[in-house]
């Protein structure tokens, strides 16, 4: 099982976080599929681990921004044309008078109070580019041919209150080799 982030892992790391038989059953379930696929489309596998539920659940790819909704609020039109002219030099309250020319200062309002209520929600790490970026790793891990690792969400969950953790994304091996990530993960 390859890990998102590169911390060194212990080896019983994926017993302990698919504990139950039924969950292993699907994992391996999904990878049968994985490997009877000839080419790569949108209804190819995703699973989803809701620790404190132990509930493992099969989503197709196509279906994975409407199951778990990438935060996008950054990604805002107003907001990334401020950015580019805050980069390009311009001063920030000339690169906010130079949107509210172009989009209406209602617009621009409307943007930042996404951008904030997004903030203050959270998004466990979940943004766009982190969704697009799951994409483009599934789709060259896929054809690249050879076993195909299959991807695992491991959802967030409360750390303490008000506080959510980040979700993290898991590859799993065909064969189960390759290193194991440390998933102390026990619901509080």
């Known amino acids: 099982m390859l890990s998102s982030d590169a911390r060194p892992v212990p080896a019983g790391a994926a017993e302990e976080l698919l504990p139950l038989e039924k969950h292993w059953h699907q994992v391996r379930r999904a990878q049968e599929e994985l490997r009877h696929c000839d080419q790569w489309h949108g ?3 995703v699973l989803l681990l809701e620790r404190c539920w132990l509930r493992l ?6 279906e994975l921004a409407q199951r778990l ?9 107003e907001l990334r044309r401020y950015r580019e002219l805050v980069a390009d030099g ?30 203050e929600r959270g998004n466990q790490g979940w943004t766009l580019e982190t969704y697009l970026g799951l994409l483009q ?5 896929f054809c690249q041919g050879g076993g195909r690792s299959l991807p695992l969400l491991v959802l967030a969950r409360r750390e303490a209150p008000g506080r959510l953790s980040r979700h993290r994304l898991l590859w799993l091996d065909p064969d189960g080799s390759g290193p194991r990530t440390s998933m102390r993960d026990t619901c509080p």
Do not use: K, T
């Open 43 to 45: 209804g190819l596998p």
């Open 57 to 62: 659940s099969r989503v197709a790819v196509e």
């Open 69 to 77: 909704p990438p935060d996008c609020s950054q990604e805002a039109p």
């Open 90 to 119: 311009l001063p920030p309250l000339e690169a906010e008078r130079l949107c509210w020319e172009d989009f209406g200062a209602e617009a621009c309002r409307e943007a930042l109070l996404r951008l904030w209520a997004a903030q």
């Open 137 to 141: 790793e599934y789709r060259r891990r």
